[in-house]
């Protein structure tokens, strides 16, 4: 498969997606959101895939926000069928992989660019990163689902904070509000992703498909999440896995899942 707007590299049960449009910080537009569908497709269907880390080309943007140019004479319909087709192609299409996805933030992750972020099933930002939905300072509101992630992840004062100044966080603030897991070295950045892509890869992917499952229901409205986990729960008593996981244990050998 050919990509305009994304690089892929895949080793050991990795793959690193990397969106490649470092003269415009990697913004996000119509093109790279079909591309990064069309791929996370793909590789969440590759068994041999265990692991998936995003990040933003060079070292200056994870991704500088949805692509302004795009729809600066859009219509409301056209502006509602923009957030509508984000949301269904990208950013919830992520969220509900089975595949862990780690968001790499190696720069600014602006606007579009967070909300791609807050989609991954968790964040990793070097030093020199800077977050912020600055939607409202161009007449916007997040449309990507920056509006219901941020509260998720940082509470809602802060997030309600953040979206009214539209101003930018720092690294070390964002990991204060929980937003990224932790921060480290530009140069460090892969390396560190690894080690923790690494401990991934030790468990069950069946069950750790299931777990994003069971933690993403409790987010959504009208599904009971512990009912979703009692279900899933149960459900991996049929697998392989779960075979593989308990005999290890028994027979004192690490399980080859
Ligand atoms: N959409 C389209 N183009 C963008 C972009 C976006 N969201 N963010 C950056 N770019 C482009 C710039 O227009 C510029 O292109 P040009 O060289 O053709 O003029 C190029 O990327 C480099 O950005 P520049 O603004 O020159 O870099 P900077 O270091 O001075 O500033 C930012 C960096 C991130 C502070 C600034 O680019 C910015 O504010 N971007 C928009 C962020 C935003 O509002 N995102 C939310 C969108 S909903």
Redesign the pocket.
Known sequence: MYFKNILIEEYDGLAIVTINRP???N???NETITELHEILDELNRDENVRVIFLRGSGE??F?????????VDFSQEEGQQLSEKGHYLLFDFIENLTTPTIALING?A????LELAMACHFRIATENA?M????T??G?I??YGGTQRLPQLVGKGKAMEMIMT?R?ISAEQAKSYGLVNYVVKQENLIPFAEKIAEKIMRNSPVAIGKAIKSVNDGFKNGIDGFQSEIRNFGSCFDTDDFIEGTNAFLEKRKPEF
């Open positions: 003269e415009k910080l913004a996000l537009n200056k943007a991704v500088a926000g949805a692509d302004i140019l795009e729809f600014f602006l606007g579009g660019g800077k912020g939905l600055p939607e300072s161009l916007l997040p449309g539209a930018m």
